[in-house]
DNA sequence: TTTATTGTGAATAATTTGGTAAAATTGTGG
DNA sequence: CCACAATTTTACCAAATTATTCACAATAAA
């Protein structure tokens, strides 16, 4: 298990990258400040580090200074617009990578498997299983049988939520909040259209899952037993 | 028992809410404005909150906010099409899910399950079982012998009602108000063709349960014992 | 530009649903 | 035990609902 340390002193910040990091399967230790985090950092070996720039009693640089004395982990630096002016630059160098707040949970999680990757920190891959199928939620790709399979976004996005509780039934509703957001103004049929294409596409690739309807409630990922 | 905290100031939907959320079997704890809230979270613990964002008194925004520094406990928020802007998104980040205004009692229903499952809560176990017949709510299906039987929308919800206490009756009104809602202005008669179907469904699967009729009164299941 | 993706609307298909009426059942009083 | 009324069961049909599919336009990507 990868344990990720995050602080930042907004509970609100903390708590949407916990909940996004530990959904795509990251331990998350959580600081609210650069003290409270060297403290944290004691106790517990984490493998990569997110950290606020704006932060009280010990700010985010200073916390980075004080880590890189001992720890030789990746860091990512979370910031506001035009908050690293031209001297801190150069510090901002010598962190790994860095992202503008507001940022989007993708984001972050992209960088942080870039991260690791190029530290050769073995990020239990986060690939879901259903039957012979395999997503792998880092690289958006599909294996299917050993033969790797390249579906558009919104397809891929719908199979990953429907895959990550296999037999569940989401409402159309549900799906489209998660996938399309919370102001998509379009139809329900949408959903209906991209089922149909992944039907299509996994036509003829496997049997082990299946996209089922649910009248009146929605579709399922149904795996289908052997 | 899951106790979930409702705050919404409109009675009719936190009446409409509080209904649902019981017959689901869970427990409401109901606030009519955030201040409400707050006080009746001090004597409660509640495993969830739903939370209406246009509130008297204390909205529900700063009920969050609020509610951020003690509880660590998932919510939902209310909200109407375009009512979070800009300067709300970064806080609609920290909270768990939202829904759109109106929508469906399912559909809220469904987002507590996947949150309470997302936070490891152990929701009530979401399979009925009455003899060798479960019903398992999440995947709409019911499995009979370990064959696993799928019922239209009505049988199952139907089935789903009457399963819920077995061996007791159900009076056809009771019935309809709860699977078809207080508007129906259909006959009476639609259960008994339901029961009819259900009874044909099972007629040759299991002997464990019956639909029993109990003349001038209702329905029920009956368990028979082995 | 060419190609691929995405959302929409509309036609079509499939299934579910509720009502009806006749048949069957049940309970009651004679 | 029988007739009768009340109630329930059942089969069937038509309407309503819901899902599928396709073609197309708009947009984005190559």
């Known amino acids: 298990m990868t344990k990720i340390l995050v602080a930042d002193d907004d509970p609100n910040i903390l708590k949407f990258i916990t909940i996004n990091l530990t959904e795509a399967g990251f331990e998350v230790i959580g ?4 003290r409270d985090a060297l403290r944290k950092l004691e106790n517990e070996v984490c493998q990569l580090a997110v950290v606020d720039i704006m932060m009280p009693y010990m700010d985010g640089l200073s916390l980075i200074k004080e880590m890189r004395k001992t720890l030789d982990i990746p860091i990512i630096i979370l ?3 035009g908050q690293i002016d031209d001297k801190e630059k150069g510090f901002e160098a ?15 999680l992209f960088r942080i498997e870039a991260l690791l990757r190029r530290y050769n920190i ?3 891959k986060q690939v879901i299983q259903v ?3 395999h997503i792998d939620i880092d690289r958006y790709v599909v294996t299917v049988n050993k033969k790797t399979l390249k579906l558009p976004l919104k397809e891929f996005e719908l199979l990953q939520a ?4 296999p037999d569940q039934v989401f409402t159309r509703e549900h799906l489209i909040d ?3 957001g919370i102001d998509f103004e379009g139809d329900n049929r949408t ?7 992944l039907r299509t596409r996994f036509n003829n690739l496997t049997d082990a899952i299946k996209f089922t309807t649910v009248r009146g409630v929605g579709y399922t990922l149904e795996t289908v037993d052997t």
Chains 1, 2 share one sequence.
């Open 131 to 133: 039957g012979d199928v």
């Open 79 to 81: 910031t506001a617009k």
């Open 122 to 124: 073995d990020t239990d």
């Open 162 to 165: 429907l895959a990550t509780h």
């Open 191 to 197: 959903v209906d259209v991209h089922i149909k294409r």
């Open 31 to 34: 600081a609210t400040d650069g």
């Open 178 to 180: 998660s996938i399309w």
């Open 94 to 108: 010598g962190t790994d990578d860095y992202l503008v707040k507001p940022f989007e949970a993708k984001e972050l």
